[in-house]
């Protein structure tokens, strides 16, 4: 079974702090994939970054940098120096693999409201 | 452009009728999903289907049906056994390489009286 963890409901910051986002997931799978998404308010998901379970380097690009530790199973995302135009509903996904009986279901998070203000 | 479309953007339907939401797809890819989003819940697995002719339940399959006839399209039909219909729609696709990333289409409101 897979499942995803988004603890934060909602969370509100001043213009140009930094915000992570935090991700916990489950897994019965030796290989698999997370992601985030962002949804603005107009609706369509928008692909943010992804990482590989057998990758654990942590990457940075642009504002955005992701901390994916396997040990605690956690994926956690974050925006430096936010932005009003980064308010929107932020979703972190799980992905199975094919390879090793996952059958590629893509499952979410609740998501975290990510309010930025002036 | 490639990308997916689904239709219509909103959809009002009395209760107790069948519904059907339509999502096309024209990016070649294999995979197909169908999510309901409600309030606070997240998005929640409906339907997935990894090739034509084939597909599986998700989280919340029940009162909902759908078919993969063709590579471009997954319909999904909103039946009179769901009891509560109205939701936020979400349609993606994506390879089937597990690394790759799903692609959303606009959505579809339904709005069931």
């Known amino acids: 079974a897979q499942k995803v963890t988004q603890a934060q409901t909602e969370i509100s910051v001043v213009e140009k702090e930094d915000v992570t986002l935090d991700c916990v997931y489950e897994?019965?799978?030796?290989?698999?994939?997370l992601f985030w998404y962002k949804q603005p308010p107009s609706g369509e998901l928008v692909f943010l970054i992804r990482r590989n379970s057998f990758d654990e380097q942590n990457e940075i690009s642009g504002r955005y940098s992701w901390n994916f530790q396997k040990s605690t199973s956690s994926f956690n995302f974050t925006i430096t120096a936010s932005q009003v135009v980064d308010s929107a509903v932020y979703f972190c996904a799980l992905r199975g693999s094919i390879l090793t009986g996952g059958g590629n279901k893509l499952t979410f998070g609740t998501g975290t409201q990510l309010k930025v203000e002036l | 452009d490639g990308g997916i479309t689904q239709s219509p953007k909103y959809l009002f339907r009395k209760e107790g009728q069948n519904v059907t939401l339509s999502c096309e797809q024209n990016?070649?890819?294999?995979?197909m999903y169908w999510y309901r989003q409600d309030p606070g819940q997240g998005l929640r697995l409906i339907y997935y289907s990894q090739i034509v002719n084939d597909f599986q339940k998700g989280d919340i399959a029940e009162g909902y049906s759908v078919s993969r006839e063709k590579k471009e399209s997954f319909p999904l039909t909103v039946t009179s056994a769901q009891k509560n219909p109205t939701a936020f729609y979400l349609c993606?696709?994506?390879?089937?390489?597990?690394?790759?990333?799903?692609?959303f289409g606009q959505g579809t409101r339904l709005t069931v009286v």
């Open positions: 897994t019965r799978d030796t290989t698999y994939y």
């Open positions: 990016l070649n890819h294999d995979a």
């Open positions: 993606a696709s994506s390879t089937r390489q597990g690394g790759t990333e799903a692609f």
